[in-house]
């Protein structure tokens, strides 16, 4: 039998990774890469080089994948995604079968942690379900950016005994639940933090996290919202891309 595993591999510093996850990549006989095309060089870069740390093995080979684009113009956000998820089944499924025979091992690398907002796991259930391959499917967790975000700001993403909710841009963009006073937002495309009422509320924001472009802004955001939305375009503009996350925190909560 093959085995398939996840491997998180942190969010942009080659020390955000775990042991298990350089005893998974030592042992891999094939690692999958997939290119997000020119913009995002830098992250495909990345994956290399901890590809180039971690890979012990002489044999293990680095195939490297073009991801299929998602339908960004589509009107129905779900649709899309399963449409982009069920193109990149094929082309895994192609990937394990092709690179990957009996009793060996291949592993994908997931940015950051890949139980969180990471499609990886989603598309190797769907290249199981197709039933034409077959693997034992294993997961390595890494450093999430929100993770990273609460060390690099030095604070705690709960406060004692309270929840904190994990959310999207998107989604934030329609308002905080009203019960949630620490709010972590990813995949902001820009305008969530922005549009939102900041009254009452602490924005802790990192953006290129663990890397040597970090940026860090915190503050009421009241008084810092204006200055990271510059500092994101600014950014973006100079790197061609920006990823970048937030603690939001109701100041007065009880
Ligand atoms: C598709 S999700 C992947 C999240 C990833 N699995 C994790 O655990 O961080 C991408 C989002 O993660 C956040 N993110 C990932 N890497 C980041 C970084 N280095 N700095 C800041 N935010 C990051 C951003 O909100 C970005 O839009």
């Known amino acids: 039998m093959r085995t398939v595993s996840i491997v998180g591999i942190g969010t942009g510093n080659p ?15 094939a690692v999958f890469m997939m290119d997000k095309g020119e ?52 082309v895994y499924e192609r990937l394990i079968s092709a690179e990957l025979g009996d009793g060996q091992n291949g592993v994908f690398l997931a940015w950051g942690d890949p139980a ?22 294993c997961m390595v967790p890494g450093i999430s950016s929100i993770q990273a975000l609460a060390a690099q700001h030095k604070i705690s993403l709960t406060r004692t005994g309270r929840p904190v909710h994990l959310t999207t841009g998107r989604l934030a963009a329609q308002g905080l639940p009203g019960c949630a006073d620490d709010v972590a937002v990813m995949l902001d495309a820009g305008g969530a933090l922005a549009s939102l009422d900041g009254a009452g509320l602490d924005v802790y924001w990192g953006a290129y996290l663990g890397s040597a472009d970090e940026i860090l802004i915190s503050g009421p955001a009241g008084e810092v919202t ?10 973006r503009e100079q790197r061609g891309w920006i990823m970048d996350t937030y603690l939001l925190r109701r100041r007065d909560s009880t």
């Open 226 to 235: 204006q200055q990271i939305t510059a500092a994101r375009q600014a950014a």
């Open 15 to 29: 020390e955000h990774i775990t042991v298990q996850a350089i005893r998974v990549l030592g042992e891999a006989d």
């Open 39 to 90: 913009v995002t060089r830098d992250l495909l870069e990345y994956r290399q080089a901890i590809c180039d740390r971690y890979i012990t093995s002489p044999s293990c080979r680095i195939v490297t994948a073009a991801d299929p684009e998602r339908d960004r113009t589509a009107a129905a956000y779900r649709p899309a995604v399963a449409d982009w998820r069920a193109h990149r089944a094929e």
């Open 116 to 137: 969180i907002y990471d499609s990886t796991v989603h598309v190797l259930d769907e290249v199981l379900a197709r039933g034409s391959v077959s693997f034992d499917l």
